[in-house]
């Protein structure tokens, strides 16, 4: 498969604008979840409110949250895939450009001295995008996450005493979910990295906290750390937007690496509840949209 760069475009506009309106299932099945466990009423006030947002964001056709984020977009490629990577990359970047300038959207990228803002969601190294070589063969897939601020500046790092093991590792989420309280818009994501050097660490975190509810860490370790910490961060009482309740988290997810033997990164990067991903699926038959 051939993939041309005009697809590519007009994808990564469609992405973004998609993204911002069109709450994934697995979000709105989370969101069920803590109704029916939720106990205390003002938590289950503001539950109320978050889920009327949406349908109301999804009956006008609107945007679920003012806040376009920053653009990121995942490039999955399969085997047999020939394609021009430096054209690929400036495609998304005049798709992510044209979303912002033709829908038109809230740009909130600025450049980080002069705060300017290109009005584009562009900027020096925005749109983020990862590439990886992990699609099924002859396909491409573009996932695309508007993350929000309220969140991201929710992101933490620890270069923790090896020694300290596993106890290291859940004191430090637990301290970073209520460092956050409600300024990263709870309930959210709380996503974990692992491993790997303090660059790879945040990356995985970032990768866990925008993984789709219902999916878990490969490694078998991980996934039962997940289970453990998803429980915990729970009972801290934090809360829907920070008001107290049992609903603080959808859930706890982990990505991890190898390490030195002398290191013990621990990342942390938070979803807020406006958990926006989407996703455009390219095979030899064309595009087609979804989460
Ligand atoms: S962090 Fe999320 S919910 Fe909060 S303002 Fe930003 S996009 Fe909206």
Redesign the pocket.
Known sequence: MQLDPATVEEAAKQLYIRALKDLPPDIKAGFGRLVDRETVPTAQGVLATMLRNIDVAEATDNLL???T?IPIYNLHVGPGVLFDGQAVLAAIRRGCERATREYPLRSSVVHPLTRRNEHSSCGIGVPVVHVDFDAPAGQVQIEMV?K?????NNSFLKMAVPAEGVDAIKTFVIDCVLAAGGK??PPTIVGVGLGGTSDLAVALAKRAATRPLGSHCADADGAALEAQLSVAVNQLGVGPQGLGGDSTAFAVHIELAATHITMNPIAVNMQ???A?RARATFTPEGVTYGF
């Open positions: 949250c003012q806040d984020g508007p929000g601020s309220g969140s991201e990263t818009c807020c509840h406006s926006r």
